[in-house]
């Protein structure tokens, strides 16, 4: 079995746009193709704020697939850790055989999370993004920046966090590395009454944003969200959103925004889209510039089995 490290992966994976085209290509995937992604597993350790899931997805036409295990300890900061951690295991499908551990301590999820934040924009927001707004501080709010300037061409973002600290080596690194405007702001209502483009990127476990704040034409794409006790959104977001589309509906009644939502029996299914839907053509994510849409993103064992898949592709020509 091939063992590649963290440092490894790093030198031949970044975020691009072919690593944004290779993660919308498994919400394709999710939409045309027989996919058996059984539900994720996880293990909640709540006396340290932490967390680990187990997610896999076996994609028809490819000789392997990913088993990824992902830990997400959200008082790591504290320790001058990073939140994130893991591997994936690449298998093969023919014979079940291990083939490759990618032992990316969490990188490639990272990417995977933040790519799919693009696609999601790419097919929901405005075409013309001058502002964004970011909720929360971390290491995954950077992603998603990295990743959406790849598809929206914003000069200016304004972020809220409760993390002093962080908030202001995150304004360092983002003006540094994509050359805009960071402007830090003392609630989350701000960044949204001033943003065309809000995404939330918190562990919260009740909701960081009120359906009251939004405007005509706001696009959010919520990836906070993946497990049962987590909720960004006030409810109402949902309900009231011209648009509304998860990674994968019966996954995001269980882990996302929509949970809360249908528990409340504010909204139904049969108005909601799956990104496959519109990554395919079948779906035009945004009907007019004043739509207020809304990604419920969870995250899917389809994007780990690219990402891993597309890892490993580089990692092999490389060498």
């Not at 501080?137 to 959406?148: H, T």
């Not at 977001?237 to 528990?263: F, P, T």
Request: contains cysteine; glycine residues 6%; aromatic residues 6%.
């Amino acid at each position: 079995m091939l063992i590649y490290t963290e440092e490894e992966i790093k030198k031949c994976v970044q975020m691009d746009k072919e690593v944004i085209q290779e993660v919308e290509t498994a919400f394709t995937d999710l939409e045309t193709k027989d996919v058996e992604m059984p539900p994720v597993m996880r293990v909640d350790i709540p006396e340290n704020n932490g967390e680990v899931d187990i997610k896999t997805a076996y994609i028809p036409g490819y000789e392997m697939f990913a088993l990824k295990v992902s830990s997400g300890f959200f008082n790591n900061y504290q320790l001058g850790l990073p939140s994130l951690g893991g591997l994936m295991i690449l298998i093969n499908a023919l014979n079940g055989k291990p083939e490759a551990l990618l032992f990316d301590n969490g990188y490639l999820t990272d990417v995977r999370t933040a790519a799919a934040g693009a696609v999601a924009a790419k097919h929901m927001a405005n075409e013309s993004v001058e502002t964004v707004g970011v909720i929360g501080a971390g290491a995954q709010a950077r992603y998603q920046l990295n990743a959406l300037k790849h598809v929206r061409n914003f000069n200016e973002v304004n972020v809220f966090s409760r993390t002093q600290r962080r908030i202001l080596e995150f304004k360092e690194e983002i003006e540094a590395t994509l050359q805009v405007k960071v402007n830090i702001l003392d609630s989350a209502e701000l960044v949204v009454k001033n943003s065309e483009l809000v995404i939330t990127t918190t562990p919260a476990t009740e909701p960081v944003i009120k359906h009251e704040w939004l405007h005509p034409g706001i696009h959010i794409t919520a990836m906070g969200s993946d497990a049962e006790h987590k909720q960004e959104l006030d409810s109402h977001i949902l309900k009231n959103a011209d648009v509304l589309v998860c990674d994968v509906i019966s996954q995001c009644e269980v882990l996302g925004e929509l949970r809360s939502a249908i528990e409340h029996k504010l909204i139904k299914t049969d108005r909601i889209k799956e990104l496959g839907e519109l990554t395919t053509g079948k779906y035009k994510g945004r009907q007019t510039r004043d739509d207020i849409t809304v990604a419920d993103l969870t995250g899917t064992g389809a994007q780990d089995t690219k990402i891993a898949l597309y890892a490993y592709k580089k990692l092999t020509e490389k060498k």
